[in-house]
């Protein structure tokens, strides 16, 4: 009876557990960010709508050693089965990494749905802003990133998405390339190909690309506008030095690996050695970011980029580096999709050149606010 009395008890403690830990004011150790807003304790008209579920669903958020049981659970996955349902893994010549499969799968997966429509309504508005910008004697370009198992060959086939090899970047590329837009329209896909062969373009541990991926991209953007001027040999992306970094735990995408210990691959910044010492001064003009030069610079025209979180790396690193972009306009003007609304309504009177900027994973986001960033 004893026996039993004691198995008893530890049942009950293991699933009290949770709940002691939290009265103790220990149950969010290791906490998780998971990108997401957690639930709330629910309203009483929640819990009337839908009784015990909504509460049921605050505290599947809510209970103590939660966090701890997850990154506990992801731990065994990844050190005995080298698998994690919330992370996706790959092999490459620099070793083992992983980044989210939410962003790197699912949002592709949705971009495959993609009607004939739907694109249509890019090209639409795409041609639109090349109409607007032409007129006001501003050349324009545009490019979409690319998704990094698009580029790193070594992931090829690793997601679940229906055509790896003819997805939704060629397919809009096959459409830009038979459109007016062609001359607008930059191949950064081939630039990162090419680079990568050089130098990993893409974070490990991040979807994003990397200092070096960003600069690759957004210089062959310059050189293309510099060539539409009779220019060549504007930006060199070659001659930009390296450094190696470790990144922190709460780096980029790290913040949410949900394991206890992941070996950490070394990361790679650029700097342009001409800009090394010099500081880049920012400064906030009616909702626009820009960079002002002293200096005399190649191009006498400034230029205005439209982007979201593939774009900043190209202007100004958090890394502290500088891959000197900004250093050949007298004035670079950064605004995030978020605002941009009315844009090109109102841009600055010296700018010469706008490049706009989405992620792949994101076309309908594109198609919707550059039909909020053109004038009816």
């Given at each position: 009876?004893?026996?039993?009395?004691?198995i008893?008890?530890?049942?009950?403690?293991?699933?009290?557990?949770?709940?002691?830990?939290?009265?103790?004011?220990?149950g969010?150790?290791?906490?998780?960010?998971?990108?997401?807003?957690?639930?709330?304790?629910?309203?009483?008209?929640?819990?009337?709508?839908?009784?015990?579920?909504?509460?049921?669903e605050w505290?599947?958020?809510?209970?103590?050693?939660?966090?701890?049981?997850?990154?506990?659970?992801?731990?065994?996955?990844y050190?005995?089965f080298?698998?994690?349902?919330?992370?996706?893994?790959?092999?490459?010549?620099?070793?083992?990494?992983?980044f989210?499969?939410?962003?790197?799968?699912?949002?592709?997966?949705?971009?495959?749905?993609?009607?004939?429509?739907?694109?249509?309504?890019?090209?639409?508005?795409?041609?639109?802003?090349?109409?607007?910008?032409?007129?006001?004697?501003?050349?324009?370009?545009f490019?979409?990133?690319?998704?990094?198992?698009?580029?790193?060959?070594?992931?090829?086939?690793?997601?679940?998405?229906?055509?790896?090899?003819?997805?939704?970047?060629?397919?809009?590329?096959?459409?830009?390339?038979?459109?007016?837009?062609?001359?607008?329209?930059?191949?950064?896909?081939?630039?990162?190909?090419?680079?990568?062969?050089?130098?990993?373009?893409?974070?490990?541990?991040?979807?994003?690309?990397?200092?070096?991926?960003?600069?690759?991209?957004?210089?062959?953007?310059?050189?293309?506008?510099?060539?539409?001027?009779?220019?060549?040999?504007?930006?060199?992306?070659?001659?930009?030095?390296?450094?190696?970094?470790?990144p922190?735990?709460?780096?980029?995408?790290?913040?949410?690996?949900?394991?206890?210990?992941?070996?950490?691959?070394?990361?790679?910044?650029?700097?342009?050695?001409?800009?090394?010492?010099?500081?880049?001064?920012?400064?906030?003009?009616?909702?626009?970011?820009?960079?002002?030069?002293?200096?005399?610079?190649?191009?006498?025209?400034?230029?205005?980029?439209?982007?979201?979180?593939?774009?900043?790396?190209?202007?100004?690193?958090?890394?502290?580096?500088?891959?000197?972009?900004?250093?050949?306009?007298?004035?670079?003007?950064?605004?995030?999709?978020?605002?941009?609304?009315?844009?090109?309504?109102?841009?600055?009177?010296?700018?010469?050149?706008?490049?706009?900027?989405?992620?792949?994973?994101?076309?309908?986001?594109?198609?919707?606010?550059?039909?909020?960033?053109?004038?009816?």
């Amino acid at each position: 009876m004893n026996h039993k009395l004691r198995i008893l008890a530890i049942m009950l403690l293991f699933i009290l557990s949770p709940s002691i830990a939290a009265a103790a004011g220990f149950g969010r150790m290791w906490p998780i960010n998971e990108n997401r807003t957690q639930k709330a304790f629910p309203s009483s008209a929640e819990i009337k709508c839908s009784g015990f579920s909504a509460i049921r669903e605050w505290y599947d958020d809510r209970f103590g050693l939660r966090d701890v049981l997850i990154r506990l659970q992801h731990q065994m996955d990844y050190s005995l089965f080298g698998y994690n349902k919330t992370l996706f893994f790959a092999e490459s010549n620099e070793g083992e990494y992983l980044f989210y499969r939410s962003v790197v799968a699912n949002e592709q997966i949705q971009n495959e749905a993609m009607t004939k429509e739907d694109q249509q309504a890019i090209l639409t508005r795409l041609t639109e802003v090349k109409e607007l910008l032409e007129q006001q004697d501003i050349c324009f370009r545009f490019i979409i990133p690319p998704q990094k198992n698009g580029v790193l060959t070594e992931e090829a086939g690793q997601l679940p998405v229906s055509r790896p090899e003819k997805n939704m970047y060629y397919v809009m590329q096959e459409a830009y390339m038979k459109s007016p837009l062609r001359e607008n329209y930059v191949n950064v896909m081939d630039i990162l190909k090419e680079k990568n062969q050089v130098h990993p373009v893409f974070y490990h541990t991040d979807f994003h690309w990397n200092d070096w991926g960003a600069a690759c991209a957004f210089g062959g953007v310059v050189n293309s506008y510099a060539a539409s001027l009779g220019m060549s040999g504007v930006y060199d992306v070659d001659r930009l030095e390296f450094r190696a970094f470790v990144p922190a735990p709460d780096y980029a995408q790290l913040s949410n690996l949900s394991v206890f210990k992941y070996d950490i691959p070394t990361e790679y910044t650029v700097h342009d050695p001409g800009m090394a010492e010099r500081a880049i001064t920012i400064s906030d003009a009616g909702g626009f970011l820009y960079w002002e030069n002293q200096d005399k610079t190649p191009f006498s025209r400034s230029a205005l980029f439209i982007g979201d979180s593939y774009t900043p790396p190209a202007l100004f690193s958090f890394n502290e580096t500088s891959s000197g972009l900004t250093g050949l306009f007298p004035r670079v003007y950064f605004c995030h999709w978020d605002n941009a609304e009315d844009v090109l309504s109102r841009i600055p009177p010296d700018v010469g050149l706008v490049v706009v900027e989405s992620i792949e994973s994101n076309y309908f986001l594109f198609a919707e606010k550059l039909g909020r960033l053109c004038p009816p």
